[in-house]
């Protein structure tokens, strides 16, 4: 009998192992079923004599094993395989075992793909590549078909930079430039006219001289924003007339004899502002009672992802601020006004990562990553109140460095105390939660931690005044611990002592709740249940009146296969980050009846509504003004308000 129980002994090692490798935000599971591969644009264009920009496949998700997908030629190109470019079709691309974000820092090029520079006036050619036969536990995205175009560098071509751009009135950035390709002995012309086909107003919304002669001087262009030209006198006005966004169109034409115009012959323009939401749409997003104030691209803040958000108030001004983390540091931006002003950015201590949190305590943010060796930073917020010429470059004020990475910060702002978890699962605390005083807000120490429910993805601090007298007046840690809630009282913190642990039926990874106001329930979110099991939005509620013997009240299923991400009580209403289905919001006042009812929303992914990692990362719902932040990881700074 000996050896078959050393042999179910060393498996139940192995699987436990196994198990505590997951990932974080995108946790691993033992077969790979959510990755999802698709082009990382539909289109792309680079110079024939660069053979630059070009396409790559993106992956969102975790692959546990090693899986691949093809890419293939199709035959409705214009460029000639062996004479324009060379690529072996089908090529297999092979997707390492790992974690990935979907976005360009972690796709994988076309291997074997070049473009060939030769001397023949060619115009512009367009090479198109499909993805295919994908292994088992990989399915293809929306952008299945990529087309790539050759600028050809012996025929000088213009167009615009881009066929659509906006940005806020008050801002009046983003503005279209002219992109030329090749190389011109001499100065060119080419006619650029604004176009009466949007309902901004010229000489009132934005100025510029039309028709206009636009002169391109002798040069060499590479068709990027490094040689771009500005066109002259562009400008938006800045009025106080409260409007709904507006857009405009300019048009290039009567190319001078040696240029010719590409496909980006025309742009539209978007002045942002207020849109309400109207017959289910707010400046193209679609909600129901929620109306749309403003809207920031991620770009405006040198990044290509954002994650999580918080709100600062300034108690000393009234002015309310938002915090928008993002992969590669942190924005500040002040929403008091009608028109929110961008005032800078924190860049990550150390490295980019998809994982990035920020919290409050007093007039400090505190901010952590996954970012390798990132540690705490904090950051006074009162520095927000005079910034001179934004948005400028900030620099942290302290650095807490006794963790590396971590996935999330919980602070008890009543108690002073920081409370990173999710971070190195072989740490002294399992990667369970430390305690950090910070109550001298620049010179963080360490307290302690916990980390007997082992792995920490995110957490509530609270000091305990709901329904369980035993507890009154405790500070009670609430964790969501990836395949189990974990209730501990943390009032003394060289004695940490367990409450409860909680498990529920259908569990994929448990990720992240929030109390109601009376701390008698839970909201709990899982974060791969949806993938797992096929369900629809799935918020779990636990009735909370006996800490001890914590039980499942009731369950609600949301009108989408969206995944729920993170979410928070105001009041009797519950915002959720609701991924793809943007911003979902609950009626909580039958709670304790078990009916929560959903009384609103504001989609800012309109794309589609499945279950995968796109979408609303986080919201933030605690403004006086009553304006609501939101952060989606693909389309980038939301504000939104309740329809009056």
């Not at 999802?36 to 396409?55: D, H, I, R, Y």
Request: hydrophobic share 35%; with cysteine; glycine share 10%.
């Amino acid at each position: 009998m000996l050896m078959p129980m050393v042999l179910r002994f060393f498996a139940v090692i192995s699987v436990f192992l196994l198990l505590s490798c997951g990932g974080d935000d995108e946790p691993e599971n033992q077969m790979t079923t959510s990755v999802t591969v698709a082009f990382l644009a539909q289109e792309t264009t680079g110079s024939e004599a660069l053979g630059n920009n070009l396409p790559s496949v993106s992956v969102r998700g975790t692959v546990a094993s090693e899986v691949s997908v093809s890419v293939l030629l199709t035959n409705t190109g214009t460029a000639t395989l062996g004479e324009d470019f060379s690529f072996a079709s089908p090529t297999v691309i092979s997707i390492p075992i790992g974690n990935y974000d979907g976005t360009a820092l972690t796709a994988i090029p076309l291997p074997g793909l070049s473009i060939l520079d030769d001397t023949v006036q060619e115009g512009f050619e367009t090479i198109i590549f499909s993805l295919d036969n994908p292994t088992e536990g990989v399915n293809l995205g929306d952008v299945a078909t990529t087309t790539y175009t050759i600028n050809d560098d012996e025929t000088v071509q213009v167009g615009f930079s881009q066929a659509m751009a906006s940005d806020r009135e008050n801002v009046g950035g983003n503005l279209p430039t002219l992109f030329v390709t090749g190389t011109l002995s001499e100065d060119k012309t080419i006619t650029l006219t604004a176009v009466d086909s949007g309902d901004a107003t010229l000489g009132q919304d934005y100025n510029v001289a039309s028709p206009l002669v636009v002169t391109i001087p002798a040069g060499t262009y590479d068709g990027t924003t490094a040689t771009a030209l500005t066109i002259p006198a562009l400008a938006i006005i800045d009025d106080t007339v409260p409007e709904e966004s507006e857009s405009f169109e300019l048009t290039l034409s009567d190319p001078s004899n040696g240029l010719l115009l590409n496909e980006l012959d025309r742009t539209m323009y978007t002045i942002e502002g207020v849109a309400p939401c109207e017959n289910g749409r707010a400046n193209g997003f679609p909600c129901n009672g929620f109306d749309l104030l403003a809207r920031m691209e991620h770009s405006t803040f040198s990044s290509t992802q954002g994650n999580d958000i918080w709100g600062w108030t300034d108690t000393a001004t009234g002015h309310e601020y938002a915090l928008v983390a993002l992969n590669n540091g942190t924005a500040f931006v002040d929403i008091t006004a009608d028109d929110p002003v961008y005032l800078g950015k924190l860049p990550s201590a150390t490295g980019s990562s998809v994982w990035r949190d920020v919290k409050i305590y007093g007039n400090h943010a505190y901010i952590v990553s996954e970012a390798s060796g990132h540690g705490m930073q904090v950051f006074d917020l009162t520095r927000l109140r005079n910034v001179a010429n934004p948005p400028t470059d900030f620099t942290q004020d302290a650095r807490y460095t006794d963790i590396g990475n971590a996935h999330n910060v919980v602070i008890n702002e009543q108690n002073g105390f920081a409370y990173p978890v999710g971070t190195a699962r072989n740490d002294t605390f399992n990667g369970g939660v430390h305690f950090v005083d910070i109550q001298n807000p620049t010179s963080p120490t360490a307290a302690g931690g916990y980390g007997d429910n082992g792995y920490t993805h995110d957490a509530q601090v609270v000091n305990y005044e709901g329904p369980d007298a035993d507890y009154t007046g405790r500070e009670i840690f609430i964790g969501a611990n990836e395949d189990q809630i974990a209730i501990v009282d943390i009032t003394d913190k060289a004695n940490p002592t367990e409450i409860a642990t909680i498990t529920y039926g259908n569990l994929g990874y448990t990720h992240q709740g929030w109390f109601t106001e009376d701390q008698r329930f839970f909201l709990l979110g899982d974060e791969l249940d949806e993938i797992d099991f096929g369900f629809n939005s799935r918020t779990l509620v636990f009735d909370l009146q006996d800490l001890d013997n914590p039980v499942l009240h009731t369950t609600y299923l949301g009108p989408t296969a969206a995944i729920d991400h993170n979410g928070y009580v105001h009041g009797d209403e519950f915002f959720l980050a609701n991924y793809t289905a943007g911003v979902r919001v609950l009626d909580l006042s039958d709670i304790e009846g078990g009916n929560l009812t959903e009384i609103g929303f504001f989609d800012t992914f309109p794309d589609n509504d499945v279950a995968s990692f796109n979408g609303v990362w986080s919201v933030y719902p605690y403004f006086e003004s009553g304006k609501i932040i939101v952060n989606d990881s693909d389309t980038g700074f939301f504000i939104i308000q309740k329809s009056q």
